[in-house]
């Protein structure tokens, strides 16, 4: 048990310092839509795709590398709470177009993301 703790918490710090560090490279790029956490949830979604891919096609889903990649490194690197937030600024901001499409966008763009990552997998 805390060896699974100690992995989820290893992926996960691991997933952090990495959203910190795409946000702090698109940090340069001023614009209303907030491209940081996008990008970061977008590319979530098809690197767990391709983690999930691989431990499924490779019969590793019960492992512990399913606990420090999918559950730590992914729950680290993404970020939903981010995403709430900069959805109610952009309410608050009354950017009613943008908060809809970062909204519409990050589901659907995720969802093709995620499937692209678990299709990839399956090509090798």
Do not use: D, W
């Not at 209303?32 to 990008?39: D, E, K, L």
């Not at 420090?68 to 608050?92: D, Q, R, S």
């Amino acid at each position: 048990m805390l060896k699974s703790f100690l992995l989820v918490g290893l992926g996960g710090a691991l997933g952090s310092m990495a959203r910190y560090g795409v946000t702090k490279m698109l940090a340069g790029i001023q614009v209303s839509f907030p491209i940081a956490t996008f990008v970061v949830n977008i590319f979530g979604c098809f690197i767990l795709g391709l983690f999930l891919g691989f431990l499924e096609k490779n019969q590793l889903v019960n492992s512990h590398l399913m606990l420090f990649l999918a559950v730590g490194f992914c729950g680290g690197f993404t970020t939903f709470a981010a995403f709430a937030y900069e959805n109610l600024i952009l309410f608050e901001k009354q950017l009613f177009t943008i908060n809809f499409l970062y909204i519409i966008l990050s589901i659907a763009v995720g969802m093709i993301f995620f499937k692209a990552g678990l299709a990839l997998v399956n090509l090798f």
